[in-house]
């Protein structure tokens, strides 16, 4: 079944650490893909978004995101997290080429540690 | 531009109550719908339209209706309400052909 997986449900990280949050897909073909962002209590914020091209994406806020056809990824990343990064993301995408159609994946809650 | 506004923000039903969550945008944008937010389930799509008078049923359809007489409204409808329709509800919007999707602050219903 065509579907998106965001293994962690929960990542804790340190001030100033790296971050990196897992997102795979399962599409025959190349999906499009998205990562959004939600603060507690208020909507989705678009971070990035891949169609085609270039495989690294660059977001708002300092992410970006690099897109592995060979491993059916498209992991998001940040070099050094903020407290204000604490929030909860997710991987879309859409599947079906010509619909407008998202798929969500479960979600990453990302805790800060000062 | 207001973007997408969605109405009410908060919402406590008693189960058998119908009730109507309103979206709307200002973006002139053909494509809506609507998702629900539940815990470890991601966002789920319930209904969708791409144009005035045109809707489809998404992954979740069943319990809500929705209708598509303006492009700028796009209201979805619980009939009789019941506890598994607690949820966040979130509608977007996008521009034809245009795959980023926008999405509203969102209601939060309870169903008791």
């Known amino acids: 079944a065509q579907s998106v997986t965001q293994p962690d449900i929960h990542i804790t990280v340190s001030e100033g650490a790296s971050l990196e949050l897992r997102c795979n897909y399962s599409?025959?073909?190349?999906?499009?893909l998205f990562w959004y962002v939600q603060s507690p209590g208020q909507g989705l914020q678009l971070l990035l978004k891949y169609f085609s091209g270039d495989t690294l994406v660059q977001g708002i806020k300092g992410f970006e995101a690099e897109f592995k056809r060979s491993q059916s990824s498209f992991n998001l990343r940040k070099p050094s997290v903020h407290w204000s990064d604490a929030a909860e993301y997710f991987c879309a995408g859409i599947l079906i080429q010509g619909a407008q159609k998202l798929v969500f994946g479960q979600g990453t809650r990302l805790t800060i540690n000062p | 531009n207001a973007g997408v506004t969605q109405t009410p923000k908060f919402q406590v039903l008693k189960t058998g109550q119908s009730m109507t969550l309103q979206c709307a945008q200002d973006?002139?944008?053909?494509?809506m719908s609507w998702y629900r937010q539940d815990p470890g389930m991601g966002l789920r799509l319930i209904h969708y339209?791409?144009?005035?008078?045109?809707?489809d049923q998404g992954e979740v359809p069943n319990g809500y209706n929705v209708s598509r007489s303006t492009t700028e409204d796009f209201p979805l409808r619980l009939l009789s309400a019941a506890p598994s329709q607690t949820s966040v509800y979130f509608c977007?919007?996008?521009?034809?052909?245009?795959?980023?999707?926008?999405f509203g602050p969102g209601t939060r219903l309870l169903v008791l």
């Open positions: 599409y025959g073909a190349t999906p499009y």
């Open positions: 977007a919007s996008s521009a034809r052909d245009q795959e980023t999707q926008y």
């Open positions: 339209s791409v144009g005035a008078g045109i809707t």
């Open positions: 973006m002139n944008h053909e494509y």
